[in-house]
Structures are given as structure tokens and as C-alpha cells.
């Protein structure tokens, strides 16, 4: 049963799929549970909890009635995508192999927590994507 779990709406679907179905095996031992590279939608699941989703931005739009708006906002970031990992610096080179565009290397974050580590990346859509060790 899917109680929580985040949905990224993206523009770039089946980039996405692909980064996140490669990454999310090895970082959070998810596998696929629904959807596929076509879209609109996908899903990743540990055990049988959702973990992550995907939706085509555009499919949503038309649902919401804000299909007329602009699909980008030019502001900070609204939303991010947080992986708690092992290795931290192992994660970040795999993400990076996998499409994700590099924002912050890996580095220790003592004003964040005492043993905190982490590292930022860019899914193919511009998500933010944290992974963190503590």
C-alpha cells in the first residue's frame, strides 16, 4: 500500500525514466512496480511501499486545468528528490553515469549534523537529487 511517496512531474519523461531505473535499483534497492519508458506514468516501489513516481507534466497540466501556463517558472527550486546512501561518493559517480548533470560534489556538512555527508545532482528533467549518508 502506497501510502506517501513523492511524485516528480516531468517534462523530459523518458529521460527520467531511464535515469531513475537505473540509479534507483542500486540506491534505495527499489524496483519497478508500475509504467514504463512511454509513459505517462511510472513508479518504483521497496517491497510493496512507494518509493518514487513519475508523470508527464503536460498530461497533468491538461488534468488541472493549467495546461495554458507556462510549463517552466523561472524560481528556486520547488522540489527534491532525497536518497539516504552508503557511500556517498559512490552514489554521486554512479548518478553521474547515468545522466544526472553534477550541482554540488560530495562533501561533509557538519553544520547540517555531525557525521552528514552529501552530494547534489540534476535528473534529466532539473529535479534536485540529494544523496545523503549520516
Same mark, same amino acid.
Given at each position: 500500500?502506497?501510502?506517501?511517496?513523492?511524485?516528480?512531474?516531468?517534462?523530459?519523461?523518458?529521460?527520467?525514466?531511464?535515469?531513475?531505473?537505473?540509479?534507483?535499483?542500486?540506491? !534505495?534497492? *527499489?524496483?519497478?512496480? $508500475?509504467? +514504463? %519508458?512511454?509513459?505517462?506514468? /511510472?513508479?518504483? &516501489?521497496?517491497?510493496?511501499? @512507494?518509493?518514487?513516481?513519475?508523470?508527464?507534466?503536460?498530461?497533468?497540466?491538461?488534468?488541472?486545468?493549467?495546461?495554458?501556463?507556462?510549463?517552466?517558472?523561472?524560481?528556486?527550486?520547488?522540489?527534491?528528490?532525497?536518497?539516504?546512501?552508503?557511500?556517498?561518493?559512490? !552514489?554521486? *559517480?554512479?548518478?553521474? $553515469?547515468? +545522466? %544526472?548533470?553534477?550541482?554540488? /560534489?560530495?562533501? &561533509?556538512?557538519?553544520?547540517? @549534523?555531525?557525521?552528514?555527508?552529501?552530494?547534489?545532482?540534476?535528473?534529466?528533467?532539473?529535479?534536485?537529487?540529494?544523496?545523503?549518508?549520516?
Amino acid at each position: 500500500m502506497d501510502v506517501l511517496h513523492p511524485r516528480l512531474l516531468v517534462t523530459r519523461f523518458a529521460e527520467c525514466f531511464a535515469f531513475y531505473d537505473a540509479v534507483l535499483p542500486e540506491l !534505495a534497492d *527499489a524496483h519497478l512496480a $508500475r509504467g +514504463g %519508458a512511454s509513459g505517462p506514468y /511510472a513508479s518504483w &516501489d521497496v517491497g510493496d511501499e @512507494g518509493v518514487l513516481a513519475l508523470f508527464d507534466r503536460a498530461a497533468m497540466a491538461t488534468v488541472a486545468g493549467t495546461a495554458e501556463l507556462p510549463a517552466e517558472l523561472p524560481a528556486q527550486d520547488r522540489a527534491m528528490f532525497v536518497s539516504r546512501v552508503a557511500d556517498v561518493d559512490a !552514489a554521486f *559517480a554512479f548518478c553521474l $553515469r547515468h +545522466g %544526472a548533470e553534477a550541482v554540488a /560534489a560530495p562533501a &561533509d556538512r557538519p553544520e547540517w @549534523g555531525p557525521t552528514l555527508r552529501n552530494a547534489l545532482v540534476r535528473d534529466p528533467d532539473g529535479t534536485l537529487v540529494e544523496l545523503q549518508s549520516y
